[in-house]
């Protein structure tokens, strides 16, 4: 980043996991220009192929049940909640785990109300001021986003339609997710560390019940979730065969568990295909009968009947007609 922050250079890569560099600079009155050029076309397209007004879009939402007076009520009902569990944990004086779970229900209660607004949300984003607001944040992306070494913008094309192509297939790529991330924290002030400075999560971190990257840890320092059940790196559920192991994180000594802490085994299925089951379940033998012979449980019989029945049943043997003896013969 330069001094005067008009310039920040983005470290990401690409699909491939390629390093990319990217610099990200703060828009000139030219650059803002050719933006509003592109909010102004695409506010009128969208007008012109039936895009509602903000306003009128609001009023849409309410005949159609999509938003309502109970709603809002809910909406700010859910806003004073978190409030009300932010101020808790501000204040302390209580238990530490009771703080714990204050922190829990406030992250628990900020992901329902941002899950609730979501339809309102995205109907917004589709009325002609929406639409037009992306197109416009769009071309400021094309223009912004330069090679460090050239400072020439990288989706830069002589044909509009192109510019636009390139931009559309290059959406996914991370360094472009990143780059668009940097320009936004630019131009609105957002903080870039939002998430990290959520009030559960700064206390979180301060009494080690989170690592730097806000996953849960338990006294050791291991993965684990929010009720203590050990993880590996990729979030399943894992055991140790032995508490030394379990300190030492040996990876020989783990295996795989489920939410109730039943060891896992990797089988074939009758498929052909892979499945985890208990352990228990992998060794399970089957019943017998009087003389000793398996017996099939329902579920099975069914199995064996629909596979019977699905197999195509040989073609029937043509009947042999006997020669008919002819006169010389006779």
Same mark, same amino acid.
């Given at each position: 980043?330069?001094?005067?922050?008009?310039? @920040?250079?983005? *470290?990401?890569?690409?699909?491939?996991?390629?390093?990319?560099?990217?610099?990200?600079?703060?828009?000139?009155?030219?650059?803002?220009?050719?933006?509003?050029?592109?909010?102004?076309?695409?506010?009128?397209?969208?007008?012109?192929? &039936?895009?509602?007004?903000?306003?009128?879009?609001?009023?849409?939402? %309410?005949?159609? &049940? %999509? /938003?309502?007076?109970?709603?809002?009520?809910?909406?700010?009902?859910?806003?004073?909640? %978190?409030?009300?569990?932010?101020?808790?944990? @501000?204040?302390?004086? %209580?238990?530490?785990?009771?703080?714990? *779970?204050?922190?829990?229900?406030? @992250?628990?209660?900020?992901?329902?109300?941002?899950?609730?607004?979501?339809?309102?949300?995205?109907?917004?984003?589709?009325?002609?001021?929406?639409?037009?607001?992306?197109?416009?944040?769009?071309?400021?992306?094309?223009?912004?986003?330069?090679?460090?070494?050239?400072?020439?913008?990288?989706?830069?094309?002589?044909?509009?339609?192109?510019?636009?192509?390139?931009?559309?297939?290059? &959406?996914?790529?991370? /360094?472009?997710?990143?780059?668009? &991330?940097?320009?936004?924290?630019?131009?609105?002030?957002?903080?870039?560390?939002?998430?990290?400075?959520?009030?559960?999560?700064?206390?979180?971190?301060?009494?080690?019940?989170?690592?730097?990257?806000?996953?849960?840890?338990?006294?050791?320092?291991?993965?684990?979730?929010?009720?203590?059940?050990?993880?590996?790196?990729?979030?399943?559920?894992?055991?140790?065969?032995?508490?030394?192991?379990?300190?030492?994180?040996?990876?020989?000594?783990?295996?795989?568990?489920?939410?109730?802490?039943?060891?896992?085994?990797?089988?074939?299925?009758?498929?052909?295909? *892979?499945?985890?089951?208990?352990?228990?379940?992998?060794?399970?033998?089957?019943?017998?009968?009087?003389?000793?012979?398996?017996?099939?449980?329902?579920?099975?019989?069914?199995?064996?009947?629909?596979?019977?029945?699905?197999?195509?049943?040989?073609?029937?043997?043509?009947?042999?007609?006997?020669?008919?003896?002819?006169?010389?013969?006779?």
């Amino acid at each position: 980043m330069s001094k005067d922050n008009k310039e @920040r250079l983005v *470290e990401s890569e690409d699909k491939n996991g390629d390093p990319v560099k990217v610099l990200v600079k703060t828009p000139n009155s030219a650059d803002f220009k050719q933006a509003q050029v592109e909010y102004n076309k695409s506010f009128r397209s969208a007008l012109d192929s &039936g895009a509602l007004l903000r306003q009128r879009l609001s009023d849409y939402m %309410i005949e159609q &049940g %999509i /938003w309502s007076e109970e709603k809002q009520k809910k909406s700010e009902e859910y806003a004073r909640t %978190i409030n009300g569990l932010e101020d808790k944990l @501000r204040m302390g004086g %209580i238990k530490l785990s009771e703080a714990k *779970e204050v922190a829990l229900e406030l @992250r628990r209660a900020r992901a329902e109300f941002q899950l609730f607004l979501a339809e309102k949300n995205s109907l917004d984003t589709a009325s002609a001021e929406g639409q037009a607001d992306n197109a416009r944040f769009a071309k400021l992306v094309r223009l912004c986003v330069l090679d460090p070494n050239t400072r020439v913008p990288i989706l830069k094309r002589d044909n509009p339609k192109a510019e636009e192509e390139a931009y559309n297939a290059s &959406g996914d790529e991370p /360094w472009l997710v990143e780059a668009s &991330g940097e320009l936004a924290n630019m131009l609105y002030g957002l903080d870039p560390d939002y998430h990290s400075n959520l009030e559960e999560n700064k206390f979180l971190r301060e009494y080690n019940f989170v690592n730097e990257n806000d996953q849960f840890i338990n006294n050791d320092g291991h993965p684990v979730d929010s009720e203590g059940r050990l993880l590996d790196e990729e979030g399943r559920y894992v055991a140790y065969r032995s508490k030394d192991a379990e300190k030492a994180q040996d990876k020989d000594q783990r295996y795989f568990v489920n939410r109730s802490g039943e060891e896992l085994v990797m089988v074939l299925n009758k498929d052909g295909e *892979e499945e985890w089951v208990t352990k228990a379940k992998s060794e399970r033998k089957p019943f017998l009968d009087d003389d000793g012979n398996p017996v099939l449980s329902k579920s099975e019989s069914v199995a064996v009947s629909e596979e019977d029945s699905s197999e195509e049943p040989a073609p029937a043997k043509k009947p042999t007609r006997k020669k008919r003896a002819t006169k010389t013969e006779s």
